[in-house]
């Protein structure tokens, strides 16, 4: 582990009022950490004065600035292939408004050295005011690779990544799907992801994260009538599945799994292209079947309202699922 050198990448947009706090958290590792590199977005605010400002201080802070505006789920990829060909061995992702507790770094490393994996992540403190002490109502999603099917489950910013990993991952364009879905499904297919069960950051919760901005787009959808996502989750999959973003998804999903090696997530991607009612209805309940794979999380699985929604789980997730909303 003495030997393992490590890069942080940090994507920043009209981020000043909490970046200076992140910035200090992550100069205060126990684990040296061998670069920051630092992509801002076009930020209008005094962002990209802070980031000069530090790195006049840190020579191991580099920083660029995109022009024109990515956006964020853009911005993440292109600066992970960036950092994916440099020198150093993993590569943590850091948002701009956390705040890492001092050891992060060094127990992922001491985590993901232990065993043959790509991907480590952590436990997060998510709340509005700064704590080191998990909340009393937090569970802990238990992880799955079918979990990973329809819902980007693990958050980039508790995640550190082998860099032999990124340079391996098949490629996508970072405009279609979450960055970090994409690299937890593809290390979940490898059976190569490790967690440390203990929460090392605090994730900061404010109105104008990104977190808080996709929630309140799907809060739109939301609908008084509890049929809704069942009656329009339907039409939106059949729609969804003919995307190019779907299918280079579920695709990559599909080839890299047999009967033999994840044989749930085969058998569902498989049906995904179901023309027929028959085979639509065969989806469902082979969905229906391993709902506990799908849905690990303990306190969701109650009696026939479980094997309902483990039925309906294509369309209910389609639906709800911000990903691929509006791609072509």
């Not at 920051?36 to 400002?53: A, K, V, Y």
Request: proline content about 5%.
């Amino acid at each position: 582990m003495k030997h393992a050198t490590v890069s942080v990448v940090m994507c920043t947009y009209n981020g000043e009022k909490f970046l200076r706090e992140q910035l200090d958290s992550i100069l205060a590792q126990t684990y040296p950490i061998h670069e920051i590199i630092i992509q801002d977005d076009c930020s209008t605010d005094g962002t990209m004065d802070i980031l000069r400002e530090y790195a006049a201080q840190y020579p191991s802070i580099k920083v660029s600035q995109n022009q024109p505006n990515k956006g964020c789920n853009k911005n993440f990829h292109d600066i992970l292939c960036r950092a994916a060909q440099g020198e150093t061995d993993f590569i943590a992702i850091s948002d701009q408004d956390d705040i890492w507790f001092r050891e992060k770094i060094e127990k992922q490393v001491r985590q993901i050295t232990t065993g043959q994996y790509d991907l480590c992540f952590s436990d997060v403190i998510s709340s509005t005011t700064y704590t080191e002490r998990q909340l009393p109502d937090y569970k802990a999603l238990p992880f799955t690779a079918e979990s990973l099917l329809f819902r980007d489950n693990i958050a980039g910013h508790t995640m550190l990544l082998k860099k032999t990993f990124l340079r391996q991952l098949p490629e996508w364009d970072g405009m279609t799907f979450y960055y970090d879905w994409w690299l937890a499904m593809n290390a979940a297919l490898e059976d190569s992801i490790t967690k440390c069960e203990e929460p090392l950051s605090w994730h900061r919760v404010h109105a104008a994260s990104e977190i808080a901005v996709t929630g309140r787009r799907l809060a739109s959808r939301r609908s008084s009538n509890p049929l809704m996502p069942y009656i329009a989750g339907i039409s939106h999959f059949l729609k969804t599945r003919d995307t190019e973003s779907w299918k280079c998804f579920y695709e990559n999903v599909r080839r890299r799994t047999s009967p033999q090696h994840h044989p749930i997530l085969f058998r569902i991607t498989s049906l995904f292209k179901a023309k027929t009612p028959g085979g639509i209805i065969r989806l469902c309940l082979t969905c229906m079947k391993y709902r506990k794979q799908i849905y690990p999380h303990p306190h969701t699985r109650k009696g026939l309202v479980f094997a309902f929604r483990g039925f309906f789980a294509p369309f209910l997730c389609t639906y709800y699922n911000m990903q691929f909303y509006g791609r072509k």
